[in-house]
């Protein structure tokens, strides 16, 4: 079958998802070469090429080679397809049944039938066809001599440059016709060559026969220079710009040429239709297209279609989405192109097997590189990816870096500002601290005044309980005070007074008064607690003579913490909402009533 076509080298890399390729197509009089390419299920022509070899001089395969090998140069480093003369390749109908196995036996027998092909040997595909008529298992079967494939490939100096694939031409035209319309009904197209004219008749929309006739572009140019009595390159000129076929300008020798050109095509036809009169098809009934060079001379349309009996038509210009419409002396070549390509299902590859085998190896070495360059892309990508992670990483933790350093500096500023605030604090703190201290004091003695009201009581002592349980205390009603020995039932300081009283009462009435002492005191929220004081803990401070033996009581008044603490020289814990209270009073004097 036809030979796939992979990637292209570009720069030394298969070029993807685009391929690329140069087709061309070896004709007698001219050499036309295209650069396609397919991206997708697009293929368009990106540049077009032709070598006129009559005007050139250009006559040798020395000659030939080094003018192709420029242009081919030119257009890049591609592989090749190459379309074969018309008059080399043949092409046939075999109904088979037993698959490719009948197909390559039907093919040598009908080699050695054919004494032409028995020389050398031969290069032969084939393409399965949709049932028509009697042919229900058909084979379109193209075969041609390797010799005269492997002589053109000389001749166009193309054995240095990698021809991946050889077609004929009768198969391409039909190619490129079916994918530049939509083709419908039963189409002959005519390819007017310099050589000759070649036939591809296509039924239901697929290429059924092939056939050439040796009349063309050439006789038609001589006839008119024997006639005109000038140069061939003057009649070939005047024969493409001038209606001669015709009107007044009418040359009747010409016309005479085409109207054998139209003979031997309506023979081409019509033989192959008595061949298959199952189809009942008949010459009106079947589009006749013009393709080709010969195809461009003007009023040629309009004389061909004088004969009722046949319907001529151009080339179609319109367009199928993603097709390229050419120029129609580059049909073959775009057919070429289209086959090599994939594009198409019917197709039918005549590439010899010592070619199809370097290309095949050439395939392994593409598919290689392509695989290896795809795990470049690959690695590339994800080196990409890592380089953006790190990179966004790196970046990330920068920020993080200069939040730190910021949330550092705030930090630092806030300790300042708490030493500050710490150090004023510490400054106005005793000053506040004596200031709560002397309004507890006359609060307390307001409320011992208080307690003194309606009760036959009165209160021989009061001293803030530092000095109390001093060793040396003072007391505030008297200048001079005995001596006492602090170590002993020695109490640690609290924040409060002592107040002693004596109750001028006996028994049960003066246990009741103090007890409604106490409750009175207790009842004020200065003081966290209030209590008699134990014998054992009493200080012999008082004068003897206001106090009466046997109903003399000390009270214990302990205040509640103060609001006035000094800030901890260390933080403590967040979960540590209060502040250790300080210890009011420290040293005070002591008082006697």
Request: proline share 5%; aromatic share 6%.
């Amino acid at each position: 079958m036809a030979a796939v076509f992979q990637f292209p080298y570009v720069m030394g890399l298969p070029l993807l998802p685009s391929r690329r390729l140069i087709a061309i197509d070896a004709g007698s009089h001219a050499i036309k070469i295209i650069l396609a390419e397919r991206f997708g299920k697009s293929v368009r022509v990106l540049r077009q090429e032709s070598i006129n070899l009559r005007d050139e001089g250009l006559l040798s395969a020395e000659e030939i080679g080094p003018a192709l090998a420029a242009i081919l140069q030119d257009m890049g480093d591609h592989p090749v397809a190459l379309a074969l003369p018309q008059n080399l390749p043949l092409s046939n109908i075999l109904d088979l049944t037993d698959g490719s196995k009948a197909v390559k036996q039907m093919i040598e027998a009908e080699t050695h039938k054919n004494r032409d092909l028995r020389d050398s040997p031969v290069v032969y595909d084939f393409a399965r066809l949709q049932p028509f008529g009697r042919h229900q298992n058909a084979f379109l079967v193209t075969l041609c001599k390797e010799n005269d494939i492997l002589e053109q490939i000389t001749r166009l100096s193309l054995l240095k440059e990698d021809v991946c694939e050889v077609v004929a031409p009768a198969n391409v035209l039909a190619t490129a016709y079916q994918a530049t319309t939509n083709p419908s009904g039963h189409v002959a197209i005519a390819d007017i060559g310099a050589s000759g004219t070649l036939v591809t008749l296509c039924v239901g929309g697929q290429a059924v026969h092939a056939a050439s006739f040796p009349i063309g572009g050439n006789l038609f140019s001589e006839t008119l220079a024997t006639t005109r009595n000038c140069s061939v390159e003057a009649a070939e000129a005047l024969k493409q710009t001038t209606n001669l076929l015709t009107g007044s300008a009418r040359v009747q020798a010409l016309a005479a040429v085409v109207d054998a050109w139209r003979d031997e095509l309506k023979r081409a036809i019509e033989g192959w239709l008595s061949e298959n009169p199952e189809l009942k098809l008949s010459l009106s009934s079947i589009r006749l297209v013009l393709s080709g060079g010969g195809a461009e001379q003007p009023g040629l349309i309009e004389f061909l279609n004088e004969d009722g009996g046949l319907t001529f038509e151009r080339w179609p210009d319109d367009n199928v989405p993603g097709v390229q419409t050419m120029p129609r002396q580059f049909n073959i070549a775009y057919g070429a192109a289209l086959q090599a390509l994939g594009a198409v299902a019917q197709s039918a590859s005549l590439l010899p097997a010592v070619l199809r085998e370097d290309w095949g190896k050439r395939r392994v070495h593409q598919h290689l590189l392509t695989g290896i360059f795809a795990v470049l892309i690959a690695t590339i990508i994800l080196l990409a990816l890592g380089t953006a992670q790190k990179f966004t990483a790196a970046n990330r933790k920068e920020v993080l870096m200069e939040q730190a350093k910021l949330a550092l500096e705030k930090a630092e500023q806030t300790a300042l500002l708490r030493r500050n605030l710490t150090d004023n604090y510490e400054r106005l703190r005793p000053v506040l601290r004596k200031g709560q201290q002397t309004l507890d004091t006359l609060k307390t003695l307001s409320l011992l005044e208080q307690s003194r009201t309606n009760r036959n009581l009165w209160y021989v002592l009061f001293a803030d309980q530092p000095s109390y349980f001093a060793s040396r205390t003072t007391n505030l009603f008297q200048h001079q005070r005995p001596a006492f020995n602090g170590t002993t039932n020695m109490l640690p300081q609290r924040s409060g007074f002592i107040a002693e009283l004596c109750i001028n009462q006996e028994g049960e009435a003066m246990r009741q008064t103090l007890g409604q002492v106490v409750g009175e005191l207790k009842q004020s929220s200065m003081f966290s607690n209030v209590d008699t004081l134990p014998s054992d803990l009493r200080r012999d401070m008082a004068q003897t003579d206001v106090i009466l033996p046997g109903r003399h009581f000390a009270l214990s008044l302990e205040l509640v913490s103060s609001d006035f603490a000094p800030v901890p020289l260390e933080e403590k814990p967040a979960a540590t909402n209060s502040t250790p209270p300080l210890v009011r009073g420290t040293k005070g004097t002591a008082t006697t009533k």
